[in-house]
Nanobody, 121 residues
Framework: QVQLVESGGGLVQAGGSLRLACTAS????????MAWFRQAPGKEREYVGR????????SNADSVKGRFTISRDNAKNTVYLQMNSLKPEDTAVYYC??????????????WGQGTQVTVSS
């Protein structure tokens, strides 16, 4: 069983940056696809990007393209989401997921509890 814990969320002003971390336990992430999603109130869960054993794939969605990057540190069993030039519309709960493939949330078996990101204008 994979346990995921997100950290790094908080309140930031528009234009600022945050780095979220997702640390896994119970299983090595070396051969796992790890993904980030976010969900704002009243909206569907949105794919933000993923990290595979061979490469990182930030989302190409206009909402995050060019501002969000993903990386992983296998030695720390941790995946990161670096968010730059944050906008108020980035406000959401950010979730880490593992054990799935691609950008579809229903395909991921393991989820963290989420971390709140709030961007003030």
């Amino acid at each position: 069983q994979v346990q995921l814990v997100e950290s790094g969320g908080g309140l930031v002003q528009a234009g600022g940056s945050l780095r979220l971390a997702c640390t896994a336990s119970g299983h090595t992430i070396n051969n796992l696809d790890m993904a980030w999603f976010r969900q704002a109130p009243g909206k569907e869960r949105e794919y933000v990007g993923r990290s595979t054993w061979s490469a990182n794939f930030p989302s190409n969605a206009d909402s995050v393209k060019g501002r969000f990057t993903i990386s992983r540190d296998n030695a720390k069993n941790t995946v990161y989401l670096q968010m730059n030039s944050l906008k108020p519309e980035d406000t959401a709960v950010y979730y880490c997921a593992a054990g799935g493939v691609g950008p579809f949330p229903h395909g991921y078996r393991h989820w963290g509890q989420g971390t709140q990101v709030t961007v003030s204008s």
